[in-house]
């Protein structure tokens, strides 16, 4: 180490609460600047959902779309983005912050503690709703129309970033809970009972038994309606209805997926 | 800020049915450096990890800069620095950009940040290595960005968790130089744990020796080896008979013996004068004596009184080499390498 030229101690400066917003941006600015780094993390999440849409969309257009008197390929395309952008989240960074120490480092600092995790959330937000695009414009490429038009896309890439969003507060709830890597992972999990039982292939009068009963009660299938809608409807009352109906299913799940997060965030912030 | 720096009245912490620190009182002055010496698992961290507000006492309370750690954390915080025991970093940042968000939390504007960062950069001089993710650092890089962010915004109250694991010896004794300029220029109170002797000997105003959770001894570094008197002769022997201590007690001069193991810690007023009475002592008593060393008492000798422990293996070999500062830091390094 060489000789120090200038003391540390010659500049003073005083510590003081940065802000809420500052808080914010803060955390949410190291979130983003990570997600480049960490692209295994990123490109699956891209490249999956893209070649199921593709491999679907050979497979089952003509069974399912003859079928159902469906054209497939815009049926499809709300299952893709959802695809994309559920699970997304830096909850397996944050427990590496827990294991790692880097946690603890943060929350010595005079930091509030919802940033820490809203931060993050943001982050996702600015992520998921990247993922959502360049399927939506696959999609367009394989000559989905949107009878919504401009506004009806950017609904639906907003719907999807959100529905993304909300979705992360389960892994974050885990994350923090446990600060165990494994429990995040095994989170995933969840994906698949509530993308699959319902209307992800086809139409919910197509479904039956217990199927049929499942999809009306998970929150996915009015998603996926309220998606479709803005694919296939032009801009009515029913559409109105089906994407009002697609928020509500958003906001009952983050109330609970957000309210286990914050929970979480509780328990881990307070000092044992 | 007025009054002693950090006061602790009866601070316990338990986990479980375990009493990691046990009652412990401390009183710190402004601007003191306070060295807190004792073996692993004796209670170091888990005093800091309460002071800094990451842990709640059980029992008892803490004050920091006035504030207590219990019930006004968020003042506390403003107050002070910390470099715990592991270096806590975010891997995928530089850095630069580590620093610049640590500042950020800290309140500090634009030109503060730039500041500070580019001053602190030239305590830990990195080099390049600044604008590389940390992954890429070395232990003892880490280490030195650790202790960076640590002073970025320009704490009244340090704590430094076994600062210099990890450092190579050039890098350690940077440490020292900038632990004494904080000192010295800024009238910062450091509050430092180690388990490094010559550490402790080197950089405290005063010395606290915890051992079990127990603070079981507190002064300078000098009055504490004076307490175990002068001179300590070192006698190892291959075979020692029963008799062996207590004929070396008899001798003329002697204050203590302590037996540990092979060796024979001979506590002495004048230890030259002793040294040949002892000599002939072990030898009458049928001791095979491979090597007796005299040598100024350290404050491995007062732990090993008080305990009946030497502080780290480390220690107790060094002693014996008659040097002090290269077995630790190899300590120190090799530690930081298996990080």
Redesign the interface.
């Known amino acids: 180490?060489?000789e120090?030229?200038?003391?540390?101690?010659?500049?003073?400066?005083?510590?003081?609460?940065?802000?809420f917003v500052?808080?914010l941006f803060?955390v949410a600015?190291?979130a983003v600047?990570?997600i480049p780094?960490?692209p295994a993390s990123v490109i699956p999440a891209l490249i999956v959902p893209i070649f199921f849409y593709v491999l679907n969309i050979g497979a089952l257009s003509k069974v399912t779309g003859a079928a159902a008197h469906i054209d497939f390929k815009s049926f499809e395309l709300p299952v893709a983005v959802v695809f994309a952008v559920t699970g997304v989240s830096r909850a397996s960074?944050l427990v590496t912050?827990i294991q790692?120490?880097?946690f603890?480092?943060?929350?010595?600092?005079?930091?509030r503690r919802l940033p820490l995790l809203l931060g993050l959330m943001m982050a996702d937000l600015a992520l998921v709703m990247a993922l959502a695009i360049p399927v939506l414009l696959v999609g367009l490429a394989l000559g989905v129309h949107f009878r919504t038009g401009l506004p009806g896309m950017v609904l639906f890439v907003v719907l999807s970033g959100i529905w993304g969003l909300v979705f992360t507060g389960l892994p974050y709830a885990i994350a923090l809970k446990t600060g165990n890597p494994g429990a995040v992972n095994a989170s995933f999990v969840l994906f698949f009972p509530i993308t699959f039982l319902s209307t992800t292939f086809v139409p919910k009068a197509a479904l039956e038994g217990w199927l049929r009963t499942v999809a009306t009660y998970n929150p996915m299938t009015y998603i996926l309606a309220g998606l479709r809608a803005l694919v296939s409807q032009p801009w009515s009352v029913s559409t109105a209805t089906a994407v009002g109906d697609a928020v509500l299913a958003v906001g009952a799940f983050g109330l609970v997926s957000i309210t286990l997060a914050l929970l979480a965030l509780r328990g881990r912030v307070r000092?044992? | 800020m007025e009054g002693p720096a950090i006061v602790t009245e009866d601070i316990a912490r338990r986990f479980d049915d375990y009493w990691a620190v046990d009652g412990v009182n401390l009183s710190i002055g402004r601007g003191e450096i306070y060295g807190f010496l004792g073996p692993n698992g004796a209670g170091k961290s888990t005093l800091v990890r309460m002071l800094c507000t990451l842990l709640r006492p059980s029992r008892g309370r803490g004050l920091v800069a006035g504030y207590d750690v219990a019930r006004q954390p968020e003042l506390v915080r403003l107050q002070i620095g910390v470099a715990l025991q592991d270096a806590a970093l975010d891997d995928r940042q530089t850095g630069r950009e580590l620093l610049d968000l640590q500042a950020r939390l800290y309140g500090l504007r634009r030109e503060e940040r730039l500041a500070r960062v580019a001053q602190v950069l030239t305590l830990v001089d990195i080099g390049d290595a600044v604008d590389r993710q940390i992954h890429t650092y070395s232990g003892g890089m880490k280490r030195r960005l650790d202790l960076a962010a640590a002073l970025i915004h320009d704490p009244q109250i340090l704590f430094l968790d076994e600062p210099t694991t990890g450092l190579d010896p050039e890098s350690r004794a940077a440490v020292w130089r900038e632990v004494r300029a904080l000192q010295g220029e800024r009238g910062t109170t450091i509050f430092l744990t180690t388990q490094y002797l010559e550490e402790a000997d080197e950089l405290a105003d005063r010395v606290g020796i915890i051992s079990r959770g127990h603070l079981v001894a507190e002064g300078t570094p000098d009055a504490l080896k004076r307490t175990v008197g002068n001179d300590v002769i070192v006698a190892k022997v291959a075979e020692m008979p029963s008799a062996a201590v207590d004929g070396v007690r008899s001798v003329a001069g002697v204050e203590e013996v302590v037996r540990r193991g092979d060796e024979l810690m001979v506590h002495a007023g004048d230890g030259a004068a002793a040294m040949s009475p002892v000599a002939l002592a072990l030898h009458g008593s049928g001791a095979r004596v491979l090597s007796l060393t005299l040598r100024t008492p350290t404050l491995d000798d007062v732990f090993l009184q008080l305990t009946g422990a030497h502080l780290q293996a480390d220690e107790a070999a060094e002693t014996e080499g008659g040097t002090s500062g290269d077995a630790a830091a190899a300590g120190a390094a090799a530690s930081g390498g298996a990080r």
Not at chain 1, 8 to 19: K, L
Not at chain 1, 104 to 111: A, E, Q, Y
């Open positions: 180490m060489t120090v030229a200038v003391s540390p101690t010659s500049v003073r400066v005083q510590a003081r609460p940065a802000g500052v808080d803060s600015q190291r600047r990570q780094r960490e960074s912050d790692n120490g880097y603890d480092r943060l929350t010595i600092t005079p930091v000092r044992p």
